[in-house]
């Protein structure tokens, strides 16, 4: 046997878990490690995870939580399991700090929000009936439409920034917020100035004299 041989099991199903091998290079002789593996194949791709347990029961569970997973189309997988919300929070914010972002001081804004409920959550607990909460609580705290809007244009920026590093296999549903308090009817300064150059000229000096 050598050291990349294993001892292995078959549970009910498909996959299998095992306790790698390896070889004494003093003695010569096979040993397994004490922690149990488990290996199952998707869409085909072969997977190793460790259990991280001595205990062949964890193994079973890791297994069969893996099995039950592929028949609902999907493996998360340890590291989309391990990623949190703060995970996500930190690529958003690097990703604002590298591009120089000039809305930075508002994305941090709205991860204070943020982290304010979903804080302690790994990323696969956000989920779209937690993000309604979310939105339904900083509307009792009377924060407008418009800046709960903002807050969930972060969060989607957070998941689809690890959705592109593996971080998470997809993005919650999050619908945006009817924005009542949108004014109407106005010019911004730059659109003004852009409309005033084409004016005729008799009517720029009345036009101006109303900004």
């Given amino acids: 046997m050598t050291s990349s041989e294993k001892r292995t099991t078959r549970p009910r199903g498909l996959g299998s878990i095992y306790q790698p091998a390896y070889r004494n ?10 922690v149990w593996w488990v290996q199952y194949s998707f869409r085909g791709r072969v997977y190793r995870e460790s259990s991280n347990s001595t205990n062949r029961t964890d193994a079973v569970k890791l297994l069969r939580r893996r099995l039950a997973e592929m028949g609902r189309g999907r493996v998360l997988g340890p590291d989309i399991e391990r990623t949190t919300f703060e995970d996500l929070v930190r690529m958003l914010l690097d990703d604002y700090r590298a591009n120089g972002r000039r809305s930075l001081d508002r994305v941090e804004d709205a991860v204070e929000h ?3 409920f979903f804080g302690d959550a790994r ?18 705290e009377k924060a407008a439409n418009a800046t709960i809007n903002r807050e969930l244009a972060a969060l ?11 971080k998470v296999d997809r993005r919650p549903p999050m619908a945006m917020l009817a924005e009542h308090n949108v004014r ?5 300064l730059h659109q003004f100035h852009a409309v005033l150059r084409h004016l005729p000229e008799q009517l720029k000096p009345v036009s101006r004299s109303r900004t």
């Fill in 184 to 188: 109407t009817g106005f010019f911004e």
């Fill in 114 to 116: 943020l982290r304010g």
């Fill in 156 to 166: 989607k920026r957070m998941f689809r920034l690890g959705e592109k590093v593996g």
């Fill in 25 to 34: 290079r003093k003695t010569g002789e096979s040993r397994s490690v004490a």
């Fill in 123 to 140: 990323a696969i607990e956000v989920t779209g009936d937690r993000i309604t909460a979310y939105a339904a609580a900083r509307q009792r």
